[in-house]
Structure formats: C-alpha cells, structure tokens
C-alpha cells in the first residue's frame, strides 16, 4: 500500500484523469519512496496545459505558470501541478531559454537530472521509469540522464545537486557522471549566489555530510562558492573529524567559519546572501566559540550566549575536543542554574538608575547595567533593588 500521503493526493491524479489527462506522481518523492525516506511533499506531473489544470481545479494559484506549474487547494492541501515539458536551448549554463509544453510523460522524465529523479509513479503504485532509476537507486548511484557533459552544460546547478545528494543521501556519483563532474566543475561560476548557497547549505545538513565535502573538494566545485577558493585545506580539515555527522547544518557552517578564521566574516557571509539574522547569529556563535575554547563554560559567557546558541556552539567544541565537551544535558543544568537568564529579569532599570543618581540619561546608563548585569549574572551581588543601590553606593557608580 503507497505511503499516506500519496493515498491522499490520489483524488488529485483521479480528477485529471476522468478529464482525460494523465497525471503522475514525479521527482524527489517517488525516489524517496524507493528509498524508504520520510516523504515531505508530492510533485504532481500532467498532460494537461495550466489553463486545462485551472479549469479542473476549483482553488488554484499561479505560483509558476510561465515554467507550468499551478498550485492547487484540494481538502485543505496544497498541491503543485506542473504540466509536462521540456526544455531548450540553455545559452548561459543555467535556466533554460525556452519551456515547452508537452503531452507526453517520457519527454518530460527525459529533461530531469538523475535518474533517481527521473521515474513516474501513477495512483495505483504502478511505476514509468525508463531511466533504469530503481537499478541506480539500489546501487545507491548518482547517474545523469543522457550525457553527463551536456546535462552539466545545459545547467550547471545540477553538479551542486549530485554532490548534495551524495551528502543526503549516502550516494556515490556513477563513474562517467563524476569525470564530468570534475571536468566542467567551472560552469559552476555561472550560477546564481542563491542557488549554490541553498545546495551548499543541504550539503552541509547531510547525513553524510563529509563525503559531500570531500567529492565538493576533489571536483574544485568549491572554487566557484562564494569566498572559499582558498579554503581547500579547511574543507577537508572538516571532513577528518569524528562527530561531524551529529552535526545540522547550522553547526557544521560554524565549525567551517571557525577553520576558516575569516576576518571579515560579515563581508564574507554577505556574500553568500544569507539573511542578515544568520549572518549576526554566526558572528555572534563563533566569537562564543572562540571565548568558551579559551575559558570555558563561564556563567557570564553562558548568560551572554543564550541556551540555544550555548549548545550549538557546545555541539561544536565536540568535535574539535570530544573529550573535552559538556554534555547537552550539563549545559542546559548549568544554564538553569543562573540567577538570571535574560535583561528583563534584572530587578533594576534605567529609569531606577536615573532616580537614584539624578543625573540625565545617557551612554553611561547602558554600561551601568551591563556591569550590574555582569555582577548578578556572576553571583557577586544578589538580584535584590535595595542591595544593587547600596552597592551601587558604596562604590561610587552612581
Ligand atoms: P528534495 O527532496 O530536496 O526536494 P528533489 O529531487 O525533489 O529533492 P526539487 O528541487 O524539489 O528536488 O526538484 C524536483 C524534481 O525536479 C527533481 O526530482 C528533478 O526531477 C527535477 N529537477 C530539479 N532541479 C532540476 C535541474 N536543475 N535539472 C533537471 N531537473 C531538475
Ligand atoms: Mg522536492
């Protein structure tokens, strides 16, 4: 029996058929399927035109109409539809100049990278899979469908994809895919930023992370990311340690900034066009990684991390000195025992500090509270308002 989530998006394939259209179930969930993998979502391919998808459907979006996908509301669900097609003409190594559609289901398999990719599975389970994707998948091969070079040539992405698929899925690259690989790995500089930073990214969440790494090193594929044409040797550094596969995605860009000892990371990180959220929380975890290789685990460091990037960064120090790394559980014991965890439970305020001293508000009111902050935070003066005032007193801070 298929898995419950093509169950219900068979109605969806039901309706385009009565309507005399054919309609499959395509690309990443039915190779998940074959690998037993968690199914997120299903692509649905057709015969039908998106104006004929539109007529079929009652709630329907143009997400994607100029490349023929519809998105379509069925019992509360979102589906996209995209009709059949292929694609020509690729002048500049990336999207194609032209999409046509087309009615039959092997043309659209046809313009698909890998094989694994390439199969069709109608709503009894019944699979179109002209490519021989089964055989690669249980050979655990990464295979082009028709000639690697021009595949790589049409659109150069599809190399970044082979690699993160090594690294999600535990694949090797089929011999000729891999000598086109490493020959025409500068096509690569042709791609936009976005593109390669969200491929990068799944590589470096995959599970098998590190022979990613190593094959985006052996191709020279990672000369044409963003800033790392010289870190050849860090890449690999990554690739030797132990625990690297406990670490996500998140934690692993930090160990490779951490190698990298990049001086400007901001500028760096800008240039992968990430969103400048990630980019201030990986500046902040690294420097907390830096502090807490050098002094470990103080409260004040703890307390300036934060409990979620305090055991990112900790996930981190794990691999470069397993023996010496706390446990999750001992850090979050470690971060619960601190007499305060954020600003809002300091038990005086700036308009207190104003009060007390009668002076104007100013740069001087921010310092004060940090270093009150630091001392709470430190246990060198309890959280109490009338003790912070007398300290405050006593040594001439206000
Ligand atoms: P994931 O599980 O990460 O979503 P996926 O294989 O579904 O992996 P998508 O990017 O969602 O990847 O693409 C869906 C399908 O579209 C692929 O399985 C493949 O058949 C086809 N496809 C995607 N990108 C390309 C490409 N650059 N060239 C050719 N076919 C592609
Ligand atoms: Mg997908």
């Given at each position: 029996?298929?898995?419950?989530?093509?169950?219900q998006?068979?109605?969806?394939?039901?309706?385009?058929?009565?309507a005399?259209?054919?309609?499959?179930?395509v690309?990443?969930?039915?190779?998940?399927?074959?690998?037993?993998?968690?199914?997120?979502?299903?692509?649905?391919?057709?015969?039908?035109?998106?104006?004929?998808?539109?007529?079929?459907?009652?709630?329907?979006?143009?997400?994607?109409?100029?490349h023929?996908?519809?998105?379509?509301?069925?019992?509360?669900?979102?589906?996209?539809?995209?009709?059949?097609?292929?694609e020509?003409?690729?002048?500049?190594?990336?999207?194609?100049?032209?999409?046509?559609?087309?009615?039959?289901?092997?043309?659209?398999?046809?313009?698909?990278?890998?094989?694994?990719?390439?199969?069709?599975?109608?709503?009894?389970?019944?699979?179109?899979?002209?490519?021989?994707?089964?055989?690669?998948?249980?050979?655990?091969?990464?295979?082009?469908?028709?000639?690697?070079?021009?595949?790589?040539?049409?659109?150069a992405?599809?190399m970044?994809?082979?690699?993160?698929?090594?690294?999600?899925?535990?694949?090797?690259?089929?011999?000729?895919?891999?000598?086109?690989?490493?020959?025409?790995?500068?096509?690569?500089?042709?791609?936009?930023?976005?593109?390669?930073?969200a491929?990068?990214?799944?590589?470096?969440?995959?599970?098998?992370k590190?022979?990613?790494l190593?094959?985006?090193?052996?191709?020279?594929?990672?000369?044409?990311?963003?800033?790392?044409?010289?870190?050849?040797?860090?890449?690999?550094?990554?690739?030797?340690?132990?625990?690297?596969?406990?670490?996500?995605?998140?934690?692993?860009?930090?160990?490779?900034?951490?190698?990298?000892?990049k001086?400007?990371?901001?500028?760096?990180?800008?240039?992968?066009?990430?969103?400048?959220?990630?980019?201030?929380?990986?500046?902040?975890?690294?420097?907390?990684?830096?502090?807490?290789?050098?002094?470990?685990?103080?409260?004040?460091?703890?307390?300036?991390?934060?409990?979620?990037?305090?055991?990112?960064?900790?996930?981190?120090?794990?691999?470069?000195?397993?023996?010496?790394?706390?446990?999750s559980?001992?850090?979050?014991?470690?971060?619960?025992?601190?007499?305060?965890?954020?600003?809002?439970?300091?038990?005086?305020?700036?308009?207190?500090?104003?009060?007390?001293?009668?002076?104007?508000?100013?740069?001087?009111?921010?310092e004060?509270?940090?270093?009150?902050?630091?001392?709470?935070?430190?246990?060198?003066?309890?959280?109490?308002?009338?003790?912070?005032?007398?300290?405050?007193?006593?040594?001439?801070?206000?």
């Amino acid at each position: 029996m298929l898995p419950s989530i093509f169950q219900q998006a068979v109605p969806v394939l039901r309706k385009l058929e009565e309507a005399d259209f054919e309609a499959y179930f395509v690309g990443g969930s039915v190779r998940d399927y074959f690998l037993g993998r968690t199914i997120n979502d299903v692509d649905i391919a057709t015969s039908a035109y998106p104006d004929e998808v539109k007529r079929i459907f009652q709630k329907t979006f143009d997400i994607g109409i100029d490349h023929g996908t519809v998105l379509v509301m069925e019992e509360g669900r979102e589906y996209e539809i995209t009709t059949f097609r292929t694609e020509s003409s690729y002048t500049d190594y990336r999207r194609p100049d032209k999409v046509e559609f087309i009615r039959s289901l092997e043309g659209d398999l046809k313009r698909r990278d890998f094989t694994m990719n390439s199969m069709a599975m109608d709503g009894g389970g019944h699979v179109v899979d002209p490519f021989n994707g089964k055989e690669d998948i249980h050979n655990k091969l990464i295979r082009t469908v028709g000639s690697p070079a021009s595949r790589f040539s049409e659109d150069a992405l599809r190399m970044m994809r082979a690699v993160r698929f090594v690294s999600q899925l535990g694949f090797t690259v089929e011999h000729s895919t891999l000598d086109a690989l490493c020959e025409h790995s500068g096509l690569l500089e042709h791609i936009a930023v976005e593109r390669k930073t969200a491929e990068f990214e799944k590589i470096l969440g995959g599970k098998w992370k590190e022979e990613g790494l190593k094959l985006l090193v052996h191709t020279n594929l990672y000369r044409e990311l963003p800033g790392l044409s010289n870190f050849h040797a860090e890449l690999l550094k990554l690739t030797e340690l132990h625990q690297l596969d406990r670490l996500d995605q998140h934690q692993t860009w930090l160990l490779l900034l951490y190698y990298m000892g990049k001086e400007d990371l901001q500028g760096f990180l800008k240039r992968w066009r990430l969103p400048t959220k990630t980019i201030h929380s990986r500046s902040k975890e690294l420097a907390i990684l830096k502090e807490r290789k050098t002094t470990g685990w103080t409260k004040h460091l703890l307390y300036r991390a934060g409990l979620a990037a305090a055991l990112n960064v900790e996930a981190v120090y794990g691999c470069l000195d397993p023996s010496g790394s706390v446990s999750s559980e001992e850090l979050k014991k470690q971060f619960n025992q601190l007499v305060i965890t954020s600003r809002q439970q300091l038990e005086v305020t700036g308009h207190d500090l104003m009060t007390w001293s009668a002076k104007q508000g100013g740069p001087w009111i921010k310092e004060r509270l940090a270093e009150i902050e630091m001392n709470i935070v430190n246990e060198t003066v309890p959280n109490d308002k009338e003790v912070i005032r007398r300290w405050l007193e006593t040594c001439s801070r206000l």
